[in-house]
């Protein structure tokens, strides 16, 4: 068995795609994936993500996410909002639809559960 450490300044991020264009409500928000393990239903890994604003649904999955940098909020269909800035966890239960807002480019740590 081994341990993983990563620095977050020292990631080397694979390229970026952009957000869906069904999904953008504005901007042009890209997004990139490191995958740290995949193993049947879950899957933890980094993820950043640049400015814009987009929708989300977490149909079949939960999803616990903590912010590395960057800030913004995520908005609930009911307009609830989770204001994202370092250090702040969040967890989304299998279902959770709403958006992102992202005002500075976001990295987050996460692991998703699929149901």
């Not at 264009?21 to 393990?37: E, K, N, W």
């Not at 908005?75 to 709403?98: I, R, Y």
Request: glycine letters at 12%; charged letters at 20%.
């Amino acid at each position: 068995m081994t341990a993983m450490r990563l620095v977050t300044g020292d990631v080397t991020w694979p390229e970026s795609t952009a957000i869906a264009a069904d999904r953008v409500i504005s901007g042009s928000p890209r997004a990139s994936t490191l995958v740290l393990h995949e193993s049947g239903a879950c899957q933890l890994g980094l993820w950043n993500v640049t400015e814009g604003e987009f929708t989300t649904d977490h149909a079949g999955y939960v999803e616990y996410i903590h912010i590395l940098g960057g800030r913004g909020r995520l908005v609930d269909l009911d307009g609830n909002v989770t204001h994202l800035s370092a250090g702040v966890t969040v967890l989304m239960d299998e279902g959770w639809n709403g958006r992102w807002v992202v005002e500075e480019t976001i990295s987050k740590s996460y692991t998703t559960v699929n149901q």
